[in-house]
């Protein structure tokens, strides 16, 4: 376990950038209040989606098994969380069915990499193209919501405070959980029974199992945690940021949610600013488009995500160390 | 946990209760017969050694023992009772600890983690206390002489004190029957002493321990009673005191053993090698072979004794190619093979048994006839214009099996189905069937048994007194001491002492491997 000045000194990279970008922030904010305001609370929703598919990808391979189903994880969990909440008409029903759907997928997902000892890549695309047959096939044009999308809660006080009561205490009940989920996960990781064990397994299992440790129980444990999470991250999408469902609406999501995971080297902190990164370029660069600036050669602005993950792939991660059993099958004799 | 010593024995246990027993075991993998008809009974505070050559069915007997694998036939009693051992959470539970051959610790945690891991001390239901559990394994640390820091990662510990991880967290389970397997084969002398001494602490204590083990000194020296399997079977239960490593080694292998090597004088000509002012980094960049130089003539062994890490493995790769040399010469026959790629020096007549056969002597998945020919598969008659003839790689193969006593199946076998002695023989094969006229043998009878450590011995007498110059490095002083003609000590990268084989006493020599009073 690292002490805090060591972890200030290995995470110094990031602490600098985010340094940085906050100093670029409230410069912006001296001036252009209503922009900086507006990529702000861009960036904390763009982010909302990632770091809950990259806690799905952590507690999975933090036991020692890929999912890179995540993303079709997401879409089944939003479809069925739509139609669940349109044909319900209750919210929630609509976000418990999508969690649901996604700690099912985590089940199945557990089922063929754990018990079937199948090949974890093949597991989880098997889930992504269900995923995407399934939501097609059964997609209806013109279902609505009959409450309409979640709405903001505002934290009293606090949502009337510059800048940062609009970004941080204005924001819709998923993006709450999530920004609460960031340290409860991380907690749990570090400092319980569970993490450990979660930790143990995916590093070396048969040290795991030795010490009477069911390898088997924590990645089912901790695959249909992780559905949840990823289920979470679906129902967001249809029932908080866009309010319908839309055929392939997570568009990618649930693989850049794997490169956040590795960004954040598989720290739910971590990976939480690793999404911040990824949500505050796309935020700048639709700012940017919305705005009309530099569209002379709109592509140098459609650049600028792509251009932050190569520079701080490159620049600023370093090597990042994954779980040594990832990918691995686990059986006793 | 509490603190309770709940290892002692209480003064009314009858002593005829074994603490383990174990009643015709039998296990099959497939069609291979692992175990069959087995016995065993070990009674508290009893030392009891568990010897056979590997592949004789040790490791499955206490890996059943231990609730891994789940035995076909038979019974296992603990303290008279049977139990039923699904997993090493009965074992546990039935108060067995297990420290294996290869551990089973988690790298990037820390010492305390792992001992507590599975059954760990709590604030409140699932939160974690390290702090307390650093304090446990300080205590039980203390109590049992195995000092190890708790906070300390165990990827960055010495093997010797990464075995004492798994002893202690055996311990920490309060077991009252210790299982080890082979757990001196990866230590250093020194190691091994202190691990004797803490088994014999503990057996005081009333521990009942099962040693695996296939190194007959090493029974002579701890066992109270000995019990002997061979191919899957025990031959018989004895104690050391009724019989001697002649009579044990006989037992183990089904036909009596030459354990000293039979050799002639050697009659050594012009130098080989010779290493001057040799400068080699470790993988971290520091200095590991410091300024050493040494020669090797033709027609003897030079044996390197020292402890493991005082630059034996940076020199082997250095002189072999694998390693860049920072400075200094290496000359084969006069010529400057300094820094050569492998393949310049393997063709130059330097064959190379490397300390890792798994990782450096043989391609796992690919076939024995492939790893036989590994350092001339580019040659006619095997290659022509870069197509390969496998009839002309089967017929050597065929022929390198047959004279190396390879038992395997078939050639076509992968590599890594063989047996260790079996891989040491086919990597000897193939590096003293081309002609060499030096040979480097890192550890080359590590973990393996005594009728194939016995042939390699014979191997390298014979090609000595075939006018082979041979630089033997190894980390067991008994085989430095009876196959080399010259030893050299090495310390920190230097060679610190180098007599004629007759000159030095074993116990100047364990001095010196560890920077004595002789070292100057």
Known sequence: MSEPTNLLYRYRWWFFTALALVLFTLWTAEFQEAQTTAVLAATLRQSTPLVLGALCGILGERSGVINIGIEGQMLLSAFAGFLAASSSGDLLVGVATGVAVGMLMGAFLAFLSVSMQGDQIIAGTVLNISAMGITSFFFQQGRTLPSGKTSPIELGPLSDLPVLGRVFFSNRPLTYLTLLLVPVLWYGLFRTTWGLRTRAVGEHPSAAETVGVSVAGMRYLNLILGGGLAGLAGAYLSLESVGSFERLMTNGRGFVALAVMIFGRWNPVGAWGAALLFGYANAVQTQFQFRGWLTDDPQFVGMIPFVVTIVVVAGFVGRARPPAAIGQPYSRE | ?520
Do not use: C
Not at chain 2, 152 to 159: G, K, N, R
Not at chain 2, 414 to 419: D, E, F, G, I, V
């Open chain 2, 1 to 520: 946990m509490d603190a309770t010593t709940p290892t002692s024995v209480p003064a009314t246990a009858p002593a005829t209760v074994p603490a383990l027993e174990a009643v015709g075991i039998g296990k099959r993998f497939g069609p291979v017969v692992a175990n069959q008809g087995v016995d065993l009974r070990v009674e508290r505070g009893e030392i009891h050694a568990l010897l056979g050559e590997n592949g004789a069915g040790k490791s499955t007997l206490v890996n059943i023992l231990f609730g891994l694998y789940h035995a076909d036939e038979g019974e296992v009693r603990v303290a008279g009772t049977p139990v039923q051992m699904d997993s090493p959470r009965d074992a546990i539970a039935h108060r067995i600890g297990m420290v294996h051959q290869h551990f089973q610790l988690v790298p990037v945690l820390t010492v305390a983690e792992n001992i507590v891991l599975g059954d760990e001390p709590t604030h409140r239901r699932g939160l974690l206390d390290l702090d307390r559990a650093a304090d446990e394994v300080v205590e039980l640390a203390t109590r049992y002489g195995l000092e190890v820091d708790p906070r300390a990662t165990v990827e960055d510990l010495p093997v010797g004190m990464q075995q004492r991880v798994e002893i202690l967290r055996a311990l920490y389970r309060q077991a009252d029957v210790l299982i080890l397997d082979e757990p001196t084969a990866v230590l250093t002398p020194q190691e091994t002493d202190q691990l004797l001494e803490v088994l014999r602490g503990l057996a005081a204590d009333g521990v009942a321990i099962v040693f695996i083990t296939h190194k007959l000194r090493e029974v002579m020296a701890l066992a109270d009673r000995v019990t002997v399997m061979r191919g899957g079977r025990v031959v018989g239960t004895t104690a050391p005191s009724e019989t001697d490593e002649a009579g044990l080694a006989e037992m183990m292998v089904g036909r009596s053993v030459v354990l000293r090597v039979a050799k002639t004088e050697a009659r050594p000509t012009d130098a080989v090698l010779e290493v001057r002012d040799l400068h080699v980094h470790d993988s971290r960049g520091r200095p590991a072979v410091d300024g050493l130089s040494l020669e090797v003539r033709a027609g003897e062994i030079l044996g390197i004794a020292g402890v493991e890490g005082n630059g034996q493995r940076e020199l082997v790769e250095a002189l072999t190619g694998l390693r860049h040399a920072h400075g200094g010469t290496v000359l084969l026959g006069g010529d400057d093979i300094t820094n050569a790629t492998p393949r310049t020096i393997s063709e130059r007549g330097v064959a190379h048994v490397p300390e890792d056969r798994e990782k450096h002597g043989l391609v796992g998945p690919h076939s024995i006839a492939d790893n036989l020919v590994l350092n001339r598969y580019f040659r006619s008659p095997y290659a022509r214009r870069g197509i390969r003839h496998a009839a002309a790689v089967d017929e050597e193969a065929r022929r390198l099996v047959a004279d190396f006593d390879v038992r395997t199946a078939s050639i076509a076998s992968p590599a890594r189905s063989l047996s260790g002695g079996n891989k040491q023989k086919v990597i000897a094969a193939r590096e003293l069937s081309q002609g060499a006229r030096l040979l480097v043998a890192a550890q080359p009878t590590r973990g393996i048994d005594v009728g194939s450590i016995e042939f390699v011995h014979q191997q390298m007498v014979a090609q000595r007194d075939e006018g082979v110059a041979v630089l033997l490095v190894s980390a067991e002083l008994d085989e430095i001491l009876s196959l080399s003609d010259r030893i050299g000590v090495i310390f920190k990268g230097r060679l610190v002492a180098v007599a004629d084989a007759g000159t030095l006493e074993r116990t100047a020599i364990g001095r010196m491997m560890t920077g004595g009073a002789d070292a100057d």
